[in-house]
């Protein structure tokens, strides 16, 4: 089964780094991956293209079934594989409910995030301004705070939809993990920090753990 997925993706990027997760979760050790860069814009090559218009990553393709947004390729390594590895969608709706709404509040988390950690790759040097990045790591702050409460609401131990690793752990860890990379001062967020800690030696995360590259704005300072 392995051995007929094909994921492109590049090492600067938590939507990739999700995917990886979800396959390893899945039990899905030993697909086919090709590790593309994105200064050299190896993810515009035609053979991204060709499964993925808007060429980006991560590019996921099993069998015939091509799926691009990284979301939408773990909710299928999910539906695809459901009595395979790790459940990570459960049963009961109430449950079910505070894990989509975790994983698409990542989304947030990862568009103040990003803001910060790549502001200088986002946004071209003539239009770089020191009230735009402060505002932007103000932010950032704030959604860090929210994460936060919801940790110590949860209870020392939780994972962030409850007692159980879930989707919600597979498309925000990643986040988490770059923002300890960047050296997030953990007085900002102490229950994410927390949590990164009690997660980051799970199997499927040591598996897919990507390599480190330069060029990211660092988060000491935030």
Not at 147 to 167: I, P
Request: one cysteine or more; proline letters at 6%.
């Amino acid at each position: 089964m392995a051995k007929d997925i094909m994921l492109y993706w590049g090492a600067d990027s938590p939507p990739c780094w999700r995917v990886m997760i979800a396959l390893e979760e899945k039990q899905l050790h030993g697909y086919n991956n090709k590790l593309l860069s994105f200064d050299k814009q190896e993810h515009k090559c035609a053979e991204v293209m060709q499964l993925n218009p808007r060429g980006q990553l991560p590019t996921m393709k099993h069998g015939d079934t091509i799926v691009n947004e990284s979301f939408a390729a773990c909710m299928y390594l999910e539906s695809m594989f459901k009595s395979q590895g790790t459940r990570l969608i459960p049963d009961d709706p109430t449950e079910q409910a505070l894990v989509y709404q975790r994983m698409f509040e990542t989304n947030t988390l990862q568009e103040k995030f990003y803001e910060v950690a790549y502001y200088g790759y986002l946004v071209p040097e003539e239009e770089r301004h020191e009230s735009a990045l402060n505002r932007n790591k103000e932010n950032l702050i704030n959604e860090l705070k929210l994460w936060n409460g919801y940790l110590e609401k949860m209870g020392k131990g939780s994972y962030l939809a409850g007692k159980n690793f879930t989707m919600a752990d597979v498309v925000c860890f990643p986040i988490i993990g770059f923002l300890s990379r960047l050296g997030c001062p953990k007085e900002k967020c102490p229950r994410l920090m927390e949590y990164f800690e009690m997660v980051k030696d799970r199997p499927s995360i040591k598996a897919s753990w990507p390599p480190k590259s330069e060029g990211q704005y660092s988060l000491k300072d935030l």
